[in-house]
Every structure is written in structure tokens, then in C-alpha cells.
């Protein structure tokens, strides 16, 4: 598959099929989030894995009810490393980590798309009862829950902007 494929394929998946994914998948995604780039290669972020059925409903919940988060078999919580600020001071703190998470769920985004898997990128829920469902040490803030599993339907591609609209030109 093409990079491009990938990218013009891929989709927010908010319904997934009960369906396990395989131990050979869920490797490879693991692959995709470690050789995304990060400052300095400090590699200031954090992954967890979370099949566990009780935990993903706890996520659910604390997503501000998105119960199909506890239907996906994979629930991805995506952190970002404050530890960064002892090379990059403040900057690297409050933007640095949270660039290098980004880099690496677009790498998982992808690679799941490549492997027919699909997955949503989700902001919106209670930081600090995450940490504690997770039991998060203080240094690890999550930042976005990335449930995966095989998508229940296919879903069309939204509108986007125009070229000339997005990006622009100095020569």
C-alpha cells in the first residue's frame, strides 16, 4: 500500500466488529508508535495497551460516556513524558512531548490501516480519571484514547479543504 492510500483511506472508526486482533497485529502497531520521530529521539511519551473488558468500560466512562470505546478489543492511551523539560525546559513540556505523541498515534493510525484495522483518535475526556484507572505515575499525562479494532462498516471520506485553502505558497 501506498503512504498516500494510506492517509486518503484511513477513517474515525466508531463501530468495530467483535472480533480479537491478532497477537501479530497488535506487534506491528507496537512497531509504528516506536520509530515515529521525537525531539532530541527523547522518545518523551508513553503507551498503554488495554484489552482488559472491566478497564476499557472505566475508559469509556471517563471519556465522557463514549461507550463505543469499551466495544473496540484494543483501547490505546497515548502519554506524554514531562521528564522531556530536564533537555527542553517548559517548551519541551508544553509542546515538544505532545508533538512526539502525535507523530506516533498517526504512525498506529496508519499502520492499523494497512492491516484493515480501524481506529479513532479521541480528545475529550477526564484526564485525571484516567491516571488513576491506569494508576499513571506523575510524570505521564494522558493526552488521547485511540480505541482499534476491526471496522463494522465502511465509512466515506469527509470534505476537505481545497489545496490553495490549506496551504500556501512563498517562493
Not at 17 to 28: D, F, G, M, Y
Not at 52 to 76: C, D, G, R, T, Y
Not at 156 to 163: E, I, M, T
Request: proline share 4%; charged share 30%.
Amino acid at each position: 500500500m501506498k503512504v498516500i492510500d494510506a492517509i486518503k483511506g484511513r477513517r474515525s472508526v466508531r463501530a468495530f466488529k467483535r472480533k480479537e486482533i491478532e497477537k501479530e497485529k497488535i506487534e506491528l502497531l507496537k512497531e509504528a508508535l516506536i520509530w515515529a520521530p521525537s525531539a532530541g529521539n527523547l522518545q518523551s511519551r508513553k503507551f498503554y495497551f488495554v484489552s482488559s473488558k472491566k478497564l476499557k468500560e472505566e475508559i469509556a466512562i471517563a471519556a465522557l460516556n463514549q461507550e463505543f470505546i469499551a466495544q473496540a478489543p484494543l483501547v490505546a492511551i497515548a502519554c506524554t513524558d514531562s521528564r522531556i523539560q530536564q533537555r527542553y525546559g517548559e517548551r519541551g513540556k508544553e509542546l515538544y512531548n505532545k508533538l512526539d505523541v502525535a507523530a506516533s498515534v498517526q504512525n498506529l493510525m496508519l499502520e492499523a490501516f494497512e492491516l484493515g484495522l480501524g481506529t479513532c483518535w479521541i480528545g475529550a475526556f477526564n484526564e485525571e480519571k484516567i491516571k488513576g484507572i491506569l494508576n499513571l505515575p506523575k510524570n505521564l499525562t494522558p493526552i488521547t484514547i485511540i480505541p482499534v479494532g476491526y471496522p463494522a462498516e465502511k465509512l466515506s471520506a469527509p470534505k476537505r479543504k481545497r489545496r490553495e485553502e490549506a496551504v500556501e505558497e512563498i517562493k
